[in-house]
Structures are given as structure tokens and as C-alpha cells.
């Protein structure tokens, strides 16, 4: 991939912290790392566990999207790791991982060293922005935000859709799959016309959405934005943004060039920067290949990958399935620890949305290691027939448990 070389330090700098026993080193403190920390301090507390995170808080994007309906305030999405290093004694180190080595199992801050025994890289997604034509890395996602890497990201969205006149456009931008929770960016469609029904009814939306084909779940969303929403929404499939104009507020699609009040670019995605430093990228260039029974990369042993930066085979993108993810591998890596034979591993991937302040549906998927894949379960689960004012309980109550595990 462009632009990302591998990092190979000429120079090692010192060892960080004196070890006190088998270490995993976790980077990344999202919805796979922390639980993956936690996790394996819950099954043997004397595995010495280190969590590197740039930030000091963590702004959750489950539940993100409702702050902008008005039925949620972004400051219940943060959350801080002191509970982690408190209840669990999981050692937190705030700053930058640059690069992850496997041969020399060792995790490069730019402060120093730290080396392992077992690392897990939990870094979330990046963009492919040279992939859109104008797209500048630094100033456009304040002219066109995505508001997909962080809870507090949907601040400037909202406010821009706060701003807007009444009788305004906004256009969201769906990318290429695989990315980042597709269900997500109907929900933040739902929410977006929830917000303007009420204060700007005049106002439409119209969705590009670059995928080709339709699904149980994007009719699920067309049949509740109908109901709801009536003409207020225009959603057009295979609508791929080529060339963007953000000063001018343009874009240029597969079919037309056209111009907006309010433009939410999501880019297509690929696993997070380090994932690429570190060289633990598959044969599709964007994803980390892994073996799904254990999540150790299949192109450097040792290195276990988790969450969105992996590739999920047929699964949405998500935090209910980074989480599973993290339950996972840390049984396995305690496992091989204490040299027990690996365990297959059974999980949900469990999403809910919400179609306005109380009208929640849900998409199900059960999922069982075989081999090295992850194989789809055929009974059981499937997407909501219809929206319902138990599934929107279900949603709240859902995303209270997932935050609560995660910071306690
Ligand atoms: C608007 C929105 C709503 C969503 N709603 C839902 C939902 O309802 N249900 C659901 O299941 N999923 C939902 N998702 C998806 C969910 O947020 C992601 O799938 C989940 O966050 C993935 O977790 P992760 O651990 O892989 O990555 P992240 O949560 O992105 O965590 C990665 C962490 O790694 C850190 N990091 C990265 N690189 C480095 C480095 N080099 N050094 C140190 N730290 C680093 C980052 O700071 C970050 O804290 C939603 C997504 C969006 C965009």
C-alpha cells in the first residue's frame, strides 16, 4: 500500500518495563483489545498484560449515531481504562505503537521498547482516501466528516446538520465493502431524517450507497424509512464517489456530479495504519489475514489480529464481533500459556439500530471456528422483520452491557 512502509528501527531504544512474568503485549484499546486485556487477566492473573492506547479515553461509536436523533449525549459514549488497571491490573501505556516486529518480538513506542511473548494488534480501521480523487487527509474530513473512527467525531456532523437551512441536502457517502459496519451507516441515515423530520422537514437525504446489490438489511432500513420518513430519503445503490470538490461542497460519482449543504463522505476502508507498518497485511492489501480459530496472523506467527482490522470473511464489521474476538483469543493465548490443546469457539455477532428514538430492529449472526475459518451457522438469528418498540429497549439496554464490560 502506498504511503505506509514497513518500520524497521535501526536503532532499538530500551526496554520500557522490567517484566514480571509471560507478557502479552495488547495495542489498541477498542472493543477487541481492552476485552482481550481483560479477558486474560480474568483467566490467569499472573500473565503479565501491557495495553497500549494513544488516547487516555476511549469515545464509543455504538449509539454514536443517536446523538445526533437527540435521544443520547455523546459523553455517554467515553469511557476511561482506569477500571482495567484498578479491578484487573492490566498495565496501560498511553502513546503511539510504531510498528510491531515479529522477529524480534518487540512492540516500538517512541519512547522505547517493550518485548513479548504473545502481541495483539487491535488497531481499528484506516482509510484508502487516494482512492477518491481530492480527497485531502488533513483538511477534508472537517469540510465532509465521516465520523467513523470515534464517538466524538459525530460532534462536527451533527453541528453541520444543525446549521443547515431548512429545504437543505445532505448526501451520505456508503463505501465499498468490506468496511466498518455497514448497519451503521443506515442507522446514521435513520437518525440524520429522525432529527430533520423534526426540525428542518423540508430538508432530503440522498444516499450513495457503492454497493452493488440489495440485502434483508438495507430493506429492512428502505421499507422503515418509507414508513417513516416518506419522501424525505432517495437512496441510490452502485453510487461510488470518485472525485470530491470539498470547498465547493461537490462530488463527482460513477453517474453524476452533484452539489450539497451537508456531505458525510464515509471513504472506503482498510485495516489501521500499524497493521501495515507491521506487515501483517493478507493477499487483499487492505485486510489482516488471520486463522479464525485462534486470531493469530497467517503472515507473522505470534502476532494475534483483532476486530475490524481483520479480515471477517462474511461478517459485518462490528463491536459485538470485535468483542467475541477478544473472549476468543485470549482463551487461546492463556491456553497456550498454561500448554492446554486449543478449543474450538462458538460466537454471536448481535447488532442493533435504531430507526428513530424508540423503534429499534436487530441482524443476528451465530458463527463456529472450523479449522482455520469461521464458518456461518445456518439455524438461528436473522434481521428483524420489522421494527418494534422492544428492539429499540433491547438496543439501549444491549450497548449499556457492551460499554459497562468494557470499562469495569
Ligand atoms: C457510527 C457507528 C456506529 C456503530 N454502531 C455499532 C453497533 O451498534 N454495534 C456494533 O457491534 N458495532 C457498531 N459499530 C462498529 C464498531 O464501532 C467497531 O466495529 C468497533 O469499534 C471495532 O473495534 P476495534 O477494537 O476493532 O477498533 P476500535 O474500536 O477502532 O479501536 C481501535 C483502538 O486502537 C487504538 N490505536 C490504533 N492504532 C494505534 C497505535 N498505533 N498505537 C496505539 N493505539 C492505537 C485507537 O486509538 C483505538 O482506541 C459502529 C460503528 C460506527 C462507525
Same mark, same amino acid.
Given at each position: 500500500?502506498?504511503?505506509?512502509?514497513?518500520?524497521?528501527?535501526?536503532?532499538?531504544?530500551?526496554?520500557?518495563?522490567?517484566? /514480571?512474568?509471560?507478557?502479552?503485549?495488547?495495542?489498541?484499546?477498542?472493543?477487541?483489545?481492552?476485552?482481550?486485556?481483560?479477558?486474560?487477566?480474568?483467566?490467569?492473573?499472573?500473565?503479565?498484560?501491557? =495495553?497500549? +492506547?494513544?488516547?487516555?479515553?476511549?469515545?464509543? $461509536?455504538? %449509539?454514536?449515531? #443517536?446523538?445526533?436523533?437527540?435521544?443520547?449525549?455523546?459523553?455517554?459514549?467515553?469511557? /476511561?481504562?482506569?477500571?482495567?488497571?484498578?479491578?484487573?491490573?492490566?498495565?496501560?501505556?498511553?502513546?503511539?505503537?510504531?510498528?510491531?516486529?515479529?522477529?524480534?518480538?518487540?512492540?516500538?513506542?517512541?519512547? %522505547?521498547?517493550?518485548?513479548?511473548?504473545?502481541?495483539?494488534?487491535?488497531?481499528?480501521?484506516?482509510?484508502?482516501?487516494?482512492?477518491?480523487?481530492?480527497?485531502?487527509?488533513?483538511?477534508?474530513?472537517? $469540510?465532509?466528516?465521516?465520523?467513523?473512527?470515534?464517538?466524538? +467525531?459525530?460532534?462536527?456532523?451533527?453541528?453541520?446538520?444543525?446549521?443547515?437551512?431548512?429545504?437543505?441536502?445532505?448526501?451520505?457517502?456508503?463505501?465499498?465493502?468490506?468496511?466498518?459496519?455497514?448497519?451503521?451507516?443506515?442507522?446514521?441515515?435513520?437518525?440524520?431524517?429522525?432529527? $430533520?423530520?423534526?426540525?428542518?422537514?423540508?430538508?432530503?437525504?440522498?444516499?450513495?450507497?457503492?454497493?452493488?446489490?440489495?440485502?434483508?438489511?438495507?430493506?429492512?432500513? $428502505?421499507?422503515? #424509512?418509507?414508513?417513516?420518513?416518506?419522501?424525505?430519503?432517495?437512496?441510490?445503490?452502485?453510487?461510488?464517489?470518485?472525485?470530491?470538490?470539498?470547498?465547493?461542497?461537490?462530488?463527482?460519482?460513477?453517474?453524476?456530479?452533484? /452539489?450539497?449543504?451537508?456531505?458525510?463522505?464515509?471513504?472506503?476502508?482498510?485495516? %489501521?495504519?500499524?497493521?501495515?507498518?507491521?506487515?501483517?497485511?493478507?493477499?487483499?492489501?487492505?485486510?489482516?489475514?488471520?486463522?479464525?480459530?485462534?486470531?493469530?496472523?497467517?503472515?507473522?506467527?505470534?502476532?494475534?489480529?483483532?476486530?475490524?482490522?481483520?479480515?471477517?470473511?462474511?461478517?459485518?464489521?462490528?463491536?459485538?464481533?470485535?468483542?467475541?474476538?477478544?473472549?476468543?483469543?485470549?482463551?487461546?493465548?492463556?491456553?497456550?500459556?498454561?500448554?492446554?490443546?486449543?478449543?474450538?469457539?462458538?460466537?454471536?455477532?448481535?447488532?442493533?439500530? =435504531?430507526?428513530?428514538?424508540?423503534?429499534?430492529?436487530?441482524?443476528?449472526?451465530?458463527?463456529?471456528?472450523?479449522?482455520?475459518?469461521?464458518?456461518?451457522?445456518?439455524?438461528?438469528?436473522?434481521?428483524?422483520?420489522? #421494527?418494534?418498540?422492544?428492539?429499540?429497549?433491547?438496543?439501549?439496554?444491549?450497548?449499556?452491557?457492551?460499554?459497562? +464490560?468494557?470499562?469495569?
Amino acid at each position: 500500500m502506498a504511503g505506509l512502509p514497513l518500520l524497521t528501527p535501526l536503532v532499538r531504544a530500551t526496554e520500557l518495563l522490567p517484566r /514480571t512474568g509471560t507478557r502479552v503485549v495488547v495495542v489498541g484499546g477498542g472493543f477487541g483489545g481492552a476485552i482481550a486485556a481483560k479477558t486474560l487477566r480474568l483467566i490467569n492473573p499472573k500473565i503479565e498484560v501491557i =495495553l497500549i +492506547e494513544r488516547n487516555r479515553s476511549y469515545s464509543a $461509536l455504538p %449509539g454514536a449515531n #443517536w446523538t445526533i436523533g437527540g435521544s443520547r449525549r455523546i459523553g455517554e459514549n467515553r469511557l /476511561t481504562y482506569d477500571r482495567l488497571e484498578g479491578n484487573h491490573g492490566v498495565r496501560l501505556i498511553y502513546g503511539e505503537a510504531q510498528v510491531v516486529d515479529a522477529a524480534a518480538k518487540t512492540v516500538v513506542l517512541e519512547a %522505547g521498547t517493550l518485548s513479548y511473548d504473545f502481541a495483539i494488534v487491535a488497531p481499528g480501521i484506516g482509510f484508502r482516501v487516494d482512492e477518491i480523487e481530492g480527497y485531502a487527509a488533513a483538511e477534508t474530513p472537517d $469540510l465532509f466528516p465521516h465520523a467513523w473512527t470515534s464517538g466524538e +467525531e459525530i460532534v462536527v456532523l451533527k453541528r453541520r446538520i444543525e446549521e443547515m437551512k431548512n429545504g437543505g441536502l445532505v448526501v451520505v457517502s456508503l463505501p465499498t465493502p468490506p468496511y466498518r459496519c455497514p448497519q451503521a451507516a443506515y442507522e446514521r441515515v435513520s437518525q440524520i431524517a429522525y432529527y $430533520l423530520k423534526q426540525a428542518k422537514p423540508r430538508s432530503k437525504i440522498l444516499v450513495l450507497d457503492a454497493s452493488k446489490s440489495s440485502s434483508d438489511l438495507a430493506d429492512l432500513f $428502505l421499507t422503515g #424509512w418509507r414508513r417513516s420518513y416518506g419522501d424525505m430519503i432517495e437512496y441510490r445503490s452502485s453510487q461510488q464517489v470518485l472525485q470530491i470538490d470539498a470547498p465547493r461542497s461537490s462530488l463527482r460519482t460513477t453517474s453524476e456530479t452533484l /452539489t450539497a449543504d451537508v456531505v458525510n463522505l464515509i471513504p472506503p476502508q482498510m485495516a %489501521g495504519t500499524l497493521a501495515h507498518r507491521s506487515g501483517l497485511i493478507g493477499e487483499d492489501n487492505h485486510w489482516c489475514a488471520v486463522d479464525h480459530s485462534s486470531y493469530e496472523s497467517t503472515v507473522a506467527g505470534g502476532i494475534y489480529v483483532l476486530g475490524d482490522a481483520c479480515l471477517g470473511d462474511d461478517q459485518q464489521k462490528s463491536a459485538s464481533a470485535a468483542n467475541a474476538q477478544g473472549k476468543a483469543c485470549a482463551m487461546h493465548i492463556a491456553g497456550a500459556i498454561a500448554q492446554r490443546g486449543h478449543q474450538p469457539h462458538f460466537y454471536s455477532n448481535v447488532l442493533y439500530s =435504531l430507526l428513530d428514538d424508540k423503534h429499534g430492529a436487530s441482524a443476528v449472526t451465530f458463527y463456529r471456528s472450523e479449522g482455520r475459518k469461521s464458518v456461518r451457522v445456518d439455524k438461528g438469528g436473522g434481521v428483524s422483520s420489522e #421494527w418494534s418498540e422492544l428492539e429499540g429497549i433491547y438496543a439501549r439496554a444491549w450497548l449499556g452491557s457492551i460499554l459497562a +464490560e468494557m470499562s469495569s
